[in-house]
C-alpha cells in the first residue's frame, strides 16, 4: 500500500467538489491509500517551511514572445506541491502526489504500474501533473538543485521537474551509472527498472516509459494508455485562471483527454 496526498482547497467549494468525484474513482485502486491534503494559498504561502527562489517571469514556452507575471496563485499551487516533493527527499517515503481532479479510468491498469513505480525515478500516469511521484533519490537531487544551490523556480511545476530529470539522468551518465546501480541493487523483485514514466508529446492519453526522456516523451518506448485524467465541469469556473490564448489546459487538444463531467456539485450545478 502505498500512500497519496490529494492537494485540495477545503474552503473552495469548487476544489472540495472536483475531489469528492475523484476520489470516488480512486476505491477500486487496491492498493493506494488516498488523503486530501490542505494546499497552499496566496493567503498562506508563506507559512510553508521552505523558501522557493522564484522568478518574476514564467520562463514557459508559451509565454515566450508574451512576458507573463507568475501570480500568487500559481506560486501556491507548485508550493503545494513541492511541499511533498521535499517530503519524499527528506524522509524517503515515496508518495504520489494528487491534484484535486485526479480522475482515475482504468483502475487495474492503475495498480499494475504502482506496483512498478519503485524503479521510476519520475513517475506521472496522468495528462499532466495530476498525479506524479518520484523516487526519493530523485527527490533529493531537486532539493539540492532548489533548496542547497538555491536555483530559481520560474515555470510550472511540469517544466521544472522535467528540467530537473533530464539534468539528473546527465549526471548519471557522466559518473557512468555507478550512483544508479546503487540505487537498483536497493528495488525490490517486482520493480521494473526505468527511470521515466511521462505523458507524450502527442496529446492522446498515451504514457510512454523508458531510460531515456526523449524516447519516452516521443512514445518510442513503453508507449501505454494513460489509467489517470482530469475531470472537469465545463459550467463553472475553475480554481486557477488559464489563458485561453497561450495553451489553456482546455485547449481542443487536451480537452478531449479529459473527462467531462455532468455536474459537479451533488445538489443541482
Not at 236 to 254: A, M, N, Q, R
Request: proline fraction near 4%; charge should be positive.
Amino acid at each position: 500500500m502505498i500512500k497519496a496526498k490529494m492537494i485540495c482547497d477545503f474552503n473552495n467549494p469548487i476544489s472540495v467538489a472536483y475531489s469528492k468525484i475523484a476520489l470516488k474513482t480512486w476505491e477500486a485502486v487496491k492498493n493506494v491509500e488516498v488523503e486530501r491534503f490542505q494546499c497552499y494559498t496566496p493567503a498562506t504561502i508563506n507559512d510553508a517551511p521552505f523558501k522557493i527562489n522564484w522568478g518574476k517571469y514564467s520562463s514557459a514556452g508559451k509565454y515566450k514572445t508574451n512576458r507573463h507575471e507568475i501570480t500568487p496563485t500559481e506560486k501556491a499551487c507548485l508550493t503545494s506541491m513541492f511541499h511533498w516533493w521535499k517530503h519524499i527527499a527528506d524522509t524517503g517515503e515515496q508518495v504520489i502526489i494528487l491534484e484535486h481532479d485526479a480522475y482515475v479510468t482504468n483502475p487495474k491498469k492503475l495498480m499494475a504500474l504502482v506496483d512498478e513505480i519503485e524503479g521510476k525515478d519520475l513517475w506521472c500516469v496522468g495528462i499532466a501533473m495530476e498525479c506524479v511521484s518520484m523516487s526519493p533519490s530523485f527527490a533529493r537531487y531537486c532539493m539540492s538543485k532548489w533548496q542547497t544551490v538555491n536555483e530559481m523556480i520560474d515555470a510550472g511545476p511540469m517544466a521544472e521537474l522535467f528540467t530537473a530529470f533530464t539534468e539528473w539522468t546527465a549526471m548519471l551518465d557522466r559518473f557512468d551509472g555507478k550512483k544508479e546501480k546503487i540505487e537498483v541493487k536497493k528495488l525490490s523483485s517486482k520493480a521494473k527498472r526505468a527511470r521515466l514514466l511521462w505523458p507524450t508529446i502527442h496529446s492522446k492519453n498515451k504514457l510512454g516509459m523508458s531510460n531515456r526522456w526523449k524516447e519516452a516523451l516521443d512514445g518510442r518506448k513503453g508507449l501505454q494508455n494513460a489509467p489517470v485524467t482530469q475531470c472537469f465541469y465545463p459550467k463553472v469556473d475553475s480554481t486557477i485562471e488559464h489563458s485561453k490564448k497561450l495553451g489553456s489546459i482546455y485547449e481542443p487538444t487536451t480537452y478531449r483527454q479529459l473527462h467531462i463531467l455532468e455536474k459537479l456539485y451533488e445538489r443541482g450545478s
